[in-house]
């Protein structure tokens, strides 16, 4: 087996802050064997080895987007698209939406609500490398109410008895995250309003007990401030959007729930649109302050973010991530800090930072070069010169 050694004028390890110059990577099959100073790593690298050098661009782990949807086309209506096609045809669009994921340097991403399964097929195939993209963490179809955001997903669901056998029902089709929808969506026309709970906070902890039994993680979707109260009390591990919208349309973070947030460790995915500044312009600078306003204070208080993009969305592409990064840093992140959001602090609430996240011995081989230096300015996240996932050159 030939390694692999690649150099960079730069290394971006992982952990925040940990960084280094003239570094190296050295990959055997799909692990990294090394990484640091290059003068280090080139002495353990076999004498078959293949380099490939990168003096003026940066070498980091690969990206993880927390917040896909693969069956969505992201063209204006979205869901007249998935529910024409059928599985066939469905599952080859998504395959090709992976790739457009693993071009753009995101190497694991998170797949919060399919059709049928269909994203754990294509995980499967990945895995096996029969087919070329990311590692794929799947939720199947996401629990919803009858007629509720996402409904023709498969995952409608009433009372305790339903939650909790859709959950067994998930899990051993091979789920690796069960996603709920806690409040309305925009994306379901005739269903409940963005901000309205879609379950008790009963039904919610039903579906936790269950998921976590199982060994599952569980993703809440809510908007609402009164979905996002019940998901904290539930105990679920992450927060999708958490806009944190009330009846009336207004914002309304409750500050207590932010400190709950923050003390049980719940991970935030604002899944901010990749075209976040085009929306800030059309609905004025006034509006925008208000609407970005929660991701921000959740921020300054100590919130855990983790990078999305809610992928397959309507105008929101497969290849957005660093846009979604920027907000990110719009609101108040470091550098460091978004870089980490989607890289080794993505993998711990994902639960996958034993092997993945950062640039360690043992871990897989998923790496990315930038050009330039991110740390100076994540345009450099634009820029991509070279993708490695699970060992293999994109």
Same mark, same amino acid.
């Given at each position: 087996?030939?390694?692999?050694?690649?150099?960079? @004028?730069?290394?971006?390890?992982?952990?925040?802050?940990?960084?280094?110059?003239?570094?190296?990577?050295?990959?055997?099959?799909?692990?990294?064997?090394?990484?640091?100073?290059?003068?280090?790593?080139?002495?353990?690298?076999?004498?078959?080895?293949?380099?490939?050098?990168?003096? *003026?661009?940066?070498?980091?782990? $690969?990206?993880?987007?927390?917040?896909?949807?693969?069956?969505?086309? &992201?063209?204006?209506?979205?869901?007249?698209?998935?529910?024409?096609?059928?599985?066939?045809?469905?599952?080859?669009?998504?395959?090709?939406?992976?790739?457009?994921?693993?071009?753009?340097?995101?190497?694991?991403?998170?797949?919060?609500?399919?059709?049928? @399964?269909?994203?754990?097929?294509?995980?499967?195939?990945?895995?096996?490398?029969?087919?070329? @993209?990311?590692?794929?963490?799947?939720?199947?179809? #996401?629990?919803? =109410? #009858?007629?509720?955001?996402?409904?023709?997903? $498969? $995952?409608?669901?009433?009372?305790?008895?339903?939650?909790?056998?859709?959950?067994?029902?998930?899990?051993?089709?091979?789920? *690796?995250?069960?996603?709920?929808?806690?409040?309305?969506?925009?994306?379901?026309?005739?269903?409940?309003?963005?901000?309205?709970?879609?379950?008790?906070?009963?039904?919610?902890?039903?579906?936790?007990?269950?998921?976590?039994?199982?060994?599952? #993680?569980?993703?809440?979707?809510?908007?609402?401030?009164?979905?996002?109260?019940?998901?904290?009390? %539930?105990?679920?591990?992450?927060?999708?959007?958490?806009?944190?919208?009330?009846?009336?349309?207004?914002?309304?973070?409750?500050?207590?729930?932010? &400190?709950?947030?923050?003390?049980?460790?719940?991970?935030?995915?604002?899944?901010?649109?990749?075209?976040?500044?085009?929306? %800030?312009?059309?609905?004025? #600078?006034?509006?925008?302050?208000?609407?970005?306003?929660?991701?921000?204070?959740? %921020?300054?208080?100590?919130?855990?973010?983790?990078? @999305?993009?809610?992928? $397959?969305?309507?105008?929101?592409?497969? *290849?957005?991530?660093?846009? =979604?990064?920027?907000?990110?840093?719009?609101?108040? !992140?470091?550098?460091?800090?978004?870089? %980490?959001?989607?890289?080794?602090?993505?993998?711990?609430? !994902?639960?996958?930072?034993?092997?993945?996240?950062?640039?360690?011995?043992?871990?897989? &081989?998923?790496?990315?070069?930038?050009?330039?230096?991110?740390?100076?300015?994540?345009?450099?996240?634009?820029?991509?010169? !070279?993708?490695?996932?699970?060992?293999?050159?994109?």
């Amino acid at each position: 087996m030939t390694d692999l050694l690649i150099t960079a @004028g730069h290394m971006l390890l992982g952990p925040a802050g940990e960084h280094t110059q003239d570094a190296a990577v050295l990959v055997t099959g799909n692990r990294i064997v090394a990484a640091g100073p290059r003068a280090d790593v080139e002495t353990q690298a076999g004498r078959d080895h293949r380099t490939l050098s990168f003096p *003026d661009a940066t070498v980091l782990p $690969g990206l993880i987007d927390c917040h896909v949807h693969l069956g969505f086309d &992201a063209g204006p209506d979205p869901v007249a698209s998935l529910r024409a096609s059928d599985d066939a045809a469905l599952l080859q669009n998504m395959a090709g939406r992976a790739r457009q994921l693993l071009d753009s340097g995101v190497t694991t991403i998170r797949d919060l609500g399919d059709r049928g @399964g269909l994203a754990f097929n294509l995980r499967d195939e990945i895995a096996a490398g029969r087919q070329i @993209g990311p590692r794929i963490l799947a939720a199947g179809s #996401p629990l919803t =109410s #009858p007629q509720g955001h996402c409904w023709f997903l $498969g $995952g409608e669901v009433e009372g305790l008895d339903e939650i909790r056998e859709a959950v067994r029902r998930t899990a051993k089709q091979g789920s *690796d995250v069960i996603k709920v929808m806690a409040t309305g969506g925009g994306l379901t026309s005739g269903g409940p309003a963005i901000w309205e709970p879609q379950f008790t906070t009963e039904e919610l902890t039903a579906a936790v007990e269950e998921a976590h039994a199982a060994g599952l #993680p569980v993703a809440a979707h809510a908007h609402g401030t009164a979905g996002i109260a019940a998901a904290i009390t %539930a105990g679920v591990d992450t927060i999708e959007h958490c806009t944190w919208m009330a009846q009336d349309g207004k914002v309304d973070v409750r500050e207590d729930l932010v &400190a709950q947030i923050v003390a049980k460790g719940i991970r935030v995915c604002p899944a901010a649109h990749p075209n976040w500044r085009s929306f %800030a312009e059309r609905i004025g #600078p006034d509006r925008a302050r208000e609407v970005f306003s929660p991701a921000r204070r959740m %921020a300054e208080q100590g919130v855990r973010l983790i990078a @999305g993009t809610d992928a $397959g969305i309507p105008r929101s592409g497969f *290849d957005g991530l660093a846009s =979604s990064l920027e907000f990110l840093e719009y609101i108040g !992140l470091s550098r460091t800090k978004v870089i %980490a959001s989607a890289t080794v602090d993505a993998a711990e609430a !994902l639960g996958i930072a034993h092997n993945t996240g950062r640039l360690s011995p043992g871990y897989r &081989a998923d790496l990315v070069v930038v050009e330039g230096n991110p740390l100076d300015d994540l345009k450099a996240l634009h820029d991509i010169r !070279l993708v490695v996932a699970g060992g293999r050159i994109h």
